[in-house]
């Protein structure tokens, strides 16, 4: 398949394998680059599904209108997509820029609507960063681990609601591995 599906909410995401353009939405003409990360409201896709397989011409069309695709990464020259993680309220978007690690941060919309972006890093940075729900379904607490040649693996706790936020998001520090020995 050109896709890989997931879910997140009342969201159907796909991460696009292969260009795809969709012959069955609003969307006619628009083609998702491979390597795209795109959603769509689950329900609304179903629903589609159920009328093309009806064959009935009415509900086909009446579904068609209600099915609207949303990007929320598409890779550029010097982007590529990497994965994603989740928490309660918000999905963190791994990419490769300029084969440099970023971490984008999008919080679902009021009542599980469309996503927000939250805000992330400006430019990648030579770093690995990952972060993963502590309890994906029930909190916005994340296991935010970094390492780089200069700074050790370190892991902490961190909360992606705040992120942006004075306080920032990390909450505690924690395990590092020690520092390099210097002679």
Do not use: C
């Amino acid at each position: 398949t050109n896709t890989e599906p997931s879910f997140f909410g009342r969201w159907l995401l796909l991460h696009v394998k292969a260009d795809w353009e969709p012959k069955d939405s609003g969307s006619l003409g628009k083609v998702y680059k491979s390597g795209s990360l795109i959603y769509v409201d689950a329900q609304s896709f179903l629903e589609f599904s159920k009328a093309k397989g009806s064959g009935n011409e009415e509900a086909i069309e009446d579904a068609k209108a209600k099915l609207e695709y949303h990007i929320l990464f598409e890779p550029t020259e010097k982007s590529s997509y990497a994965g994603y993680s989740t928490t309660k309220n918000y999905l963190i978007l791994y990419s490769l820029d300029d084969v440099k690690e970023k971490l984008t941060f999008f919080r679902l919309g009021a009542n599980g609507g469309e996503f927000v972006l939250e805000g992330g890093d400006k430019e990648g940075k030579i770093q690995d960063s990952s972060a993963s729900g502590v309890d994906a379904k029930d909190s916005d607490l994340i296991w935010y681990s970094t390492s780089s040649y200069t700074q050790p693996s370190t892991l902490n706790l961190a909360d992606a609601s705040k992120y942006g936020k004075d306080d920032f998001l990390i909450k505690e520090s924690l395990k590092a591995l020690p520092d390099m020995v210097r002679i």
